[in-house]
């Protein structure tokens, strides 16, 4: 009961602390996020121009697949910077989607 107490007086001061502080906002923190994410940015790209000859029902490489991709990262920058027959082989992607590929494996091709 005692400790119930003690909580519950707890979290009404952090509440009105809050509220006194109204006035005094801190200031907002500016990250600069550099690091290349596989979910947001590495598989749409994946998916918009590889999957359509390298998905799960193959007889490619499954790119669209983690593990595989992962596994096959130094190929993958090798074909798509024209080192090899260049990838896709509609031609290569944009410098910019080059490079954001690069920079993830470069950054240990995370599931991030
Ligand atoms: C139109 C179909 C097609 C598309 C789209 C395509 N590929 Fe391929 N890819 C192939 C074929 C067919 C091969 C096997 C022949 C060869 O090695 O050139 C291949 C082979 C590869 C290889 C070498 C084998 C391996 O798995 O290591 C890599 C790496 C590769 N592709 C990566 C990619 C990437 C990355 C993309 C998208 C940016 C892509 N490909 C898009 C058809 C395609």
Redesign the pocket.
């Given at each position: 009961m005692k400790k119930t107490l003690l909580l519950i007086s707890v979290v009404a001061s952090l509440f009105t602390s809050c509220l006194s502080d109204k006035g005094d906002l801190p200031k907002p923190i500016v990250l600069s996020d550099t690091t290349v994410h596989y979910n947001w940015t590495i598989k749409p790209?994946?998916f918009n121009?590889?999957?359509?000859?390298?998905g799960s029902a193959g007889?490619?490489?499954d790119?669209t697949n983690f593990t595989t991709?992962q596994a096959?990262t130094t190929?993958?920058v090798?074909?798509?910077t024209g080192q090899?027959?260049i990838?896709?082989?509609?031609g290569p992607?944009s410098s910019g989607?080059i490079g954001l590929?690069k920079t993830w494996v470069k950054q240990g091709a995370l599931p991030n």
């Amino acid at each position: 009961m005692k400790k119930t107490l003690l909580l519950i007086s707890v979290v009404a001061s952090l509440f009105t602390s809050c509220l006194s502080d109204k006035g005094d906002l801190p200031k907002p923190i500016v990250l600069s996020d550099t690091t290349v994410h596989y979910n947001w940015t590495i598989k749409p790209i994946i998916f918009n121009n590889c999957a359509s000859c390298h998905g799960s029902a193959g007889p490619q490489s499954d790119l669209t697949n983690f593990t595989t991709l992962q596994a096959d990262t130094t190929n993958v920058v090798l074909r798509i910077t024209g080192q090899g027959a260049i990838m896709p082989q509609s031609g290569p992607l944009s410098s910019g989607d080059i490079g954001l590929i690069k920079t993830w494996v470069k950054q240990g091709a995370l599931p991030n």
